[in-house]
């Protein structure tokens, strides 16, 4: 039953220490030198080892923290490791920001179970028990504490109480690793986590479970921990100096056995670095291991045409570049005037999640092969995978996508939020390609969240980048055109607090929707079929604006463009399908025929509707439902000026809604009254 069990919950099979590094960061390699960090590691040790009593006031809960690279993540992954071995590990859980599911939790909890279930196989029956009692428990519609409480702590306390891990408990309590707190990108549901961790263990004292937890000071976090209930550890305070030249001194000589070019020079000038090298050095680093490991990959990495420098040059130069940022600006200029650079390390540094080289290739539409050339020459920065099929190229360190993604430190290398717009759009495109079918990969799930991305960035001139993409050139050949994007993410920004314009919203949709269905490109009829969730966070919320005559003329226009385009289309499909029937009838062959969408019939062409008029549509979205709700508020528009019988025809007061009601449609467009709910 545990495997079954396991498959049911569905873990995250890269968020624990068993996870390869390499393509699942943090990778920490230079912090997890052997013989490192001892005295820091002895710490933790003999807090997890004391034992529950209690009358004694230890703490259930430990917080590492310290800053960006001090090497958090590879005490984390010790402590885990230690603790596998000797059977007394839990779980383990690295957060790691843009990795997909492991920068939320979602998924926290079902991950801690299923490793549960592996540690301690006695707990299966009690979360089996859990989830038949409570068939929602696995789904996001139940809290994050109510998931933690029954999946993971009760069930190892009822194996605790039946004493079926008692030989193990012998050695001490059991841990539960969680390493990376602020790179989980849900604050709320971090000190949601946190709350209901410290009230469990001021509920049950006694229960042998500790929590060891890493990560930034972040106010979020910070506020909940620092308290008499957690035991805290400031890394910054464990000078780290002799740890960082052991892995300096370590990582060089091993280096040296293979490079011609270092043997060569230490046959001929002696040992290098020397020591006043690996003195300066150190100093130069000042405690930081994520520091040590870019800057020993600057010096060692291979020559280049246009960097043809050796590593005893490079050591010097290293020393002039004062952090992390001087040396990201020299590793990413090795490739700068490559093909392709700016959208291969733009891509990179917003994806939502990593991926292999040879899906990034496809989503911009590029060769495989040119993205290796660019990557290559940055992998003091950047892991780059050994096969293009299967690894995934991911930064070493998340403050080379904070670097690339803050203007005043990476200048000319800066990564706009505006590139969202590209990104979500080449998604989008994707989606439609016949070659791999609506469900792509990496589009299907993402599109929508990187225009939500451009849309609510205030460093972005919203309708001036919207005019851009419209002359924009795109790498792709077979794609949608960029009329059907345009529509339906200008229609869907409608559920957006945050949207300036409405009424630019509604006509701009109106018009790229015209252009998407005159348009002679294959993929349209797809596109008007095809029905799209866009993942956006929803608030209530209610605006009115002034609906004008002006803005009336304007979708009328464009709708019925838009329907004599669609009924022209129809009228074609359905002389093509006689054709080929008639042809095929002949030779005596049959065949099945898939209904096109372009003969299901408008809705609202044409119709007048009473007062008492009420219409839902399902918006999740297609180009057919975007057409039959401005359809709607076109006709809903004539109809009261002619019930007001008021001319010249004064403004309408429309009004836009967004409810937030579990079975009902969230989005809802009224004139006075009148409403059409749409489900986006």
Same mark, same amino acid.
């Given at each position: 039953?545990?495997?079954?069990?396991?498959?049911?919950?569905?873990?995250?099979?890269?968020?624990?220490?068993?996870?390869?590094?390499?393509?699942? +960061?943090?990778?920490?390699?230079?912090?997890?030198?052997?013989?490192?960090?001892?005295?820091?590691?002895?710490?933790?040790?003999?807090?997890?080892?004391?034992?529950?009593?209690?009358?004694?006031?230890?703490?259930?809960?430990?917080?590492?923290?310290?800053?960006?690279?001090?090497?958090?993540?590879?005490?984390?992954?010790?402590?885990?490791?230690?603790?596998?071995?000797?059977?007394?590990?839990?779980?383990?859980?690295?957060?790691?920001?843009?990795?997909?599911?492991?920068?939320?939790?979602?998924?926290?909890?079902?991950?801690?179970?299923?490793?549960?279930?592996?540690?301690?196989?006695?707990?299966?029956?009690?979360?089996?028990?859990?989830?038949?009692?409570?068939?929602?428990?696995?789904?996001?519609?139940?809290?994050?504490?109510?998931?933690?409480?029954?999946?993971?702590?009760? +069930?190892?306390?009822?194996?605790?109480?039946?004493?079926?891990?008692?030989?193990?408990?012998?050695?001490?309590?059991?841990?539960?690793?969680?390493?990376?707190?602020?790179?989980?990108?849900?604050?709320?549901?971090?000190?949601?986590?946190?709350?209901?961790?410290?009230?469990?263990?001021?509920?049950? +004292?006694?229960?042998?479970?500790?929590?060891?937890?890493?990560?930034?000071?972040?106010?979020?976090?910070?506020?909940?921990?620092?308290?008499?209930?957690?035991?805290?550890?400031?890394?910054?305070?464990?000078?780290?100096?002799?740890?960082?030249?052991?892995?300096? $001194?370590?990582?060089?000589?091993?280096?040296?056995?293979?490079?011609?070019?270092?043997?060569?020079?230490?046959?001929?000038?002696?040992?290098?670095?020397?020591?006043?090298?690996?003195?300066?050095?150190?100093?130069?680093?000042?405690?930081?291991?994520?520091?040590?490991?870019?800057?020993?990959?600057?010096?060692?990495?291979?020559?280049?045409? $246009?960097?043809?420098?050796?590593?005893?040059?490079?050591?010097?130069?290293?020393?002039?570049?004062?952090?992390?940022?001087?040396?990201?600006?020299?590793?990413?200029?090795?490739?700068?005037?490559? +093909?392709?650079?700016?959208?291969?390390?733009?891509?990179?540094?917003?994806?939502?999640?990593?991926?292999?080289?040879?899906?990034?290739?496809?989503?911009?539409?590029?060769?495989?092969?040119?993205?290796?050339?660019?990557?290559?020459?940055?992998?003091?920065?950047?892991?780059?995978?050994?096969?293009?099929?299967?690894?995934?190229?991911?930064?070493?360190?998340?403050?080379?996508?904070?670097?690339?993604?803050?203007?005043?430190?990476?200048?000319?290398?800066?990564?706009?939020?505006?590139?969202?717009?590209?990104?979500?759009?080449?998604?989008?495109?994707?989606?439609?390609?016949?070659?791999?079918?609506?469900?792509?990969?990496?589009?299907?799930?993402?599109?929508?969240?990187?225009?939500?991305?451009?849309?609510?960035?205030?460093?972005?001139?919203?309708?001036?980048?919207?005019?851009?993409?419209?002359?924009?050139?795109?790498?792709?050949?077979?794609?949608?055109?960029?009329?059907?994007?345009?529509?339906?993410?200008?229609?869907?920004?409608?559920?957006?607090?945050?949207?300036?314009?409405?009424?630019?919203?509604?006509?701009?949709?109106?018009?790229?929707?015209?252009?998407?269905?005159?348009?002679?490109?294959?993929?349209? $009829?797809?596109?008007?079929?095809?029905?799209?969730?866009?993942?956006?966070?929803?608030?209530?919320?209610?605006?009115?604006?002034?609906?004008?005559?002006?803005?009336?003329?304007?979708?009328?226009?464009?709708?019925?463009?838009?329907?004599?385009?669609?009924?022209?289309?129809?009228?074609?499909?359905?002389?093509?399908?006689?054709?080929?029937?008639?042809?095929?009838?002949?030779?005596?062959?049959?065949?099945?025929?898939?209904?096109?969408?372009?003969?299901?019939?408008?809705?609202?062409?044409?119709?007048?509707?009473?007062?008492?008029?009420?219409?839902?549509?399902?918006?999740?979205?297609?180009?057919?439902?975007?057409?039959?709700?401005?359809?709607?508020?076109?006709?809903?528009?004539?109809?009261?000026? $002619?019930?007001?019988?008021?001319?010249?025809?004064?403004?309408?007061?429309?009004?836009?809604?967004?409810?937030?009601?579990?079975?009902?449609?969230?989005?809802?467009?009224?004139?006075?009254?009148?409403?059409?709910?749409?489900?986006?």
């Amino acid at each position: 039953m545990p495997s079954d069990l396991i498959l049911r919950l569905n873990p995250i099979v890269d968020a624990s220490h068993t996870r390869n590094r390499k393509t699942s +960061p943090p990778d920490s390699e230079s912090a997890c030198f052997p013989g490192t960090r001892k005295v820091v590691i002895r710490g933790i040790t003999s807090w997890i080892d004391t034992r529950i009593i209690l009358s004694t006031t230890t703490a259930h809960v430990y917080w590492l923290h310290g800053f960006a690279g001090s090497g958090k993540s590879a005490i984390s992954l010790e402590i885990a490791r230690i603790y596998a071995g000797s059977g007394r590990l839990l779980a383990s859980y690295f957060f790691f920001r843009n990795a997909g599911d492991r920068s939320g939790v979602a998924r926290f909890a079902a991950t801690l179970a299923g490793q549960l279930v592996a540690a301690v196989p006695a707990t299966a029956s009690f979360i089996q028990a859990a989830i038949e009692a409570e068939p929602g428990l696995l789904t996001q519609g139940v809290s994050l504490a109510t998931q933690l409480e029954r999946l993971v702590y009760e +069930p190892f306390r009822a194996a605790v109480k039946r004493g079926v891990i008692f030989k193990t408990l012998i050695k001490g309590p059991f841990v539960v690793v969680v390493d990376g707190l602020d790179e989980c990108e849900d604050k709320q549901g971090v000190m949601d986590f946190i709350d209901h961790m410290l009230d469990y263990f001021k509920r049950h +004292p006694s229960i042998p479970l500790r929590f060891f937890i890493a990560s930034r000071v972040e106010e979020h976090i910070r506020t909940r921990l620092q308290n008499d209930i957690a035991l805290l550890d400031n890394l910054d305070d464990h000078v780290a100096d002799k740890d960082i030249e052991m892995f300096l $001194e370590g990582s060089f000589q091993a280096v040296a056995l293979n490079d011609r070019v270092i043997q060569e020079y230490v046959r001929a000038h002696g040992k290098w670095p020397t020591q006043s090298d690996m003195n300066q050095l150190v100093k130069h680093i000042k405690g930081s291991f994520v520091l040590a490991s870019a800057v020993f990959k600057f010096i060692v990495q291979p020559a280049t045409e $246009e960097d043809p420098s050796t590593p005893m040059e490079r050591l010097p130069l290293t020393l002039k570049l004062n952090g992390l940022d001087p040396l990201y600006t020299q590793t990413l200029a090795r490739s700068q005037h490559l +093909p392709h650079f700016p959208h291969i390390i733009s891509a990179i540094a917003l994806l939502e999640r990593p991926l292999p080289i040879v899906e990034i290739a496809t989503l911009l539409a590029i060769e495989g092969f040119e993205i290796v050339h660019v990557l290559l020459n940055l992998q003091a920065i950047i892991h780059v995978p050994g096969t293009d099929e299967e690894g995934k190229v991911t930064v070493c360190h998340t403050s080379l996508r904070d670097f690339l993604t803050t203007a005043s430190r990476s200048g000319r290398f800066f990564v706009p939020p505006s590139f969202h717009l590209y990104l979500s759009y080449w998604s989008f495109s994707f989606l439609f390609e016949t070659s791999r079918g609506p469900d792509y990969g990496y589009g299907w799930g993402y599109f929508g969240r990187h225009w939500r991305c451009f849309a609510l960035s205030g460093a972005c001139n919203f309708v001036n980048e919207i005019e851009r993409l419209k002359v924009f050139q795109p790498l792709h050949t077979d794609k949608v055109p960029h009329y059907a994007f345009l529509c339906s993410m200008l229609f869907s920004s409608l559920s957006l607090e945050s949207l300036d314009d409405i009424l630019y919203a509604l006509t701009e949709s109106a018009n790229q929707l015209a252009l998407a269905v005159e348009s002679p490109e294959r993929h349209i $009829e797809l596109w008007l079929e095809q029905l799209l969730v866009y993942d956006y966070t929803l608030d209530d919320f209610g605006r009115t604006v002034q609906f004008t005559e002006q803005t009336y003329e304007a979708l009328k226009h464009d709708l019925q463009r838009a329907s004599t385009a669609i009924r022209a289309k129809v009228c074609l499909l359905n002389f093509i399908l006689l054709a080929l029937t008639r042809k095929i009838e002949s030779t005596g062959t049959s065949v099945v025929f898939r209904k096109s969408i372009l003969q299901i019939s408008l809705n609202w062409t044409g119709k007048k509707l009473r007062s008492d008029d009420n219409v839902n549509f399902q918006l999740e979205l297609s180009g057919i439902n975007i057409f039959n709700a401005l359809e709607w508020i076109v006709a809903r528009a004539e109809f009261k000026w $002619e019930e007001a019988k008021i001319t010249p025809r004064r403004p309408l007061e429309f009004t836009l809604k967004v409810h937030q009601v579990p079975g009902f449609n969230p989005l809802v467009f009224s004139f006075d009254g009148a409403h059409v709910a749409s489900d986006i």
